[in-house]
């Protein structure tokens, strides 16, 4: 998988000299734990392997504002308290080219091929420091970069990591403590403990932005069926067999605002000729038929069409792209059996969360 990550002229120092993490801060704003939902749910996608392209926006810098090298994230997602960007992505290598990529040449309009989700990025002005792309788009970026650069890069060399504890992001831990956001309004990100978050009340997360980090970290391992039994996600999905090669959240859907919350690409036994694409959107709370049937009829064909034609600008025709919906699970369990008992003609796939008592995320499939 693929990422881009906004860095200036003095965080890339620290990445050379000091510190080997892509490195996250900011404020806490009217939610806090909201915001930092949002944070950790960008950072918890990175894989170990994962591609980091660094987006310079320091235009005083020799690399001017646009692209000169990669990093290769190796799977760390760590907080530290002591720093004022605490949100700390783990990288073991890097490459760097002399001659940069400019914006206006990575993001051409007219192009062979677009970075759709960096021009969405540009044009919406988002300050997110770490977005993600396609395995396509990384493809087209890298060869953007070694074709300004006689296809050779030169490893960077990393100085020794700061020695001290870093603490591991998880989304799988949930406080006991009665933590107040108030006291964290407009604070500095490392001003939160981390062991004292809140990410549920009672048997719903707290925000959708908080079920969308715990999928953003969970998705490719085993989750917990409402038989207590470990089970696949895919699996759950009708997917057997299948796996996921890549996936990316909150990608903008064109120009006008909107996001969709999260996509993956799945493929079986790794044959590429057998991918599909998944459109997943996500609601925090319960729903009933009737509101499932909003989203599976018009929220989700909007943006099946839109990643089918932004993964076949690349691929050509003949991409399959099916819609998901995960929601909080009907609390009465009429509900659920009226909705297994109703035909819908739609394809969307529905999959329901709760959190028990014991705070353990568990799913069930109800359509």
Not at 338 to 362: E, M, P
Request: some cysteine; hydrophobic content about 35%.
């Amino acid at each position: 998988m693929g990422h881009l990550a906004i860095v200036n002229s003095l965080t890339i120092q620290q990445i050379n000299d000091t510190d080997p993490y892509i490195s996250i801060g900011g404020q806490l704003n009217k939610f806090p734990y909201k915001t930092i939902s949002d944070l950790f749910a960008d950072a918890l996608l990175v894989r170990d392997g994962d591609l980091i392209f660094t987006w310079m926006i320091d235009s005083t810098s020799s690399a001017g504002q646009g692209f000169d090298r990669y990093f290769i994230a190796n799977g760390d997602v760590m907080f530290d308290p002591l720093s004022p960007y605490p949100i700390k992505i783990g990288i073991k290598d890097g490459y760097k080219f002399d001659n940069a990529l400019s914006e206006e040449q990575a993001l051409d309009l007219f192009g062979t091929h677009l970075l759709w989700n960096a021009i969405g990025k540009k044009s919406l002005g988002r300050g997110r420091s770490l977005s993600h792309q396609t395995i396509d788009e990384d493809k087209y970026l890298l060869d953007l970069l070694k074709s300004v650069n006689k296809n050779t890069s030169q490893k960077i060399i990393f100085a020794p990591k700061y020695n001290r504890s870093y603490q591991k992001i998880s989304i799988n831990n949930f406080s006991h403590h009665n933590s107040n956001q108030a006291n964290l309004r407009n604070q500095p990100i490392n001003t939160l403990q981390l062991n004292n978050t809140i990410w549920n009340k009672g048997d719903v997360f707290l925000y959708e932005k908080t079920l969308e980090a715990y999928l953003c970290e969970n998705i490719d391992k085993g989750i917990f069926g409402v038989d207590g039994q470990v089970k696949d996600l895919l699996t759950l999905l009708g997917y057997k067999g299948y796996h996921i090669v890549w996936a990316g959240n909150y990608l903008p859907y064109g120009v006008a605002g909107k996001n969709i919350d999260l996509v993956c690409e799945i493929a079986k036994n790794n044959n590429i000729n057998d991918r599909r694409v998944l459109v997943i959107e996500l609601k925090v709370n319960d729903s009933s038929l009737s509101h499932y049937t909003d989203i599976a009829n018009l929220q989700l064909p909007d943006y099946v069409d839109f990643i089918k034609k932004a993964f076949e600008s690349y691929r050509g025709l003949g991409v399959i792209v099916e819609p998901v919906a995960i929601t909080h699970l009907p609390r009465q369990k009429t509900q659920i059996q009226h909705i297994r008992q109703t035909s819908l003609i739609n394809s969307t796939k529905w999959i329901g969360y709760s959190i028990t008592q014991a705070n353990q995320v568990v799913f069930e499939r109800l359509l």
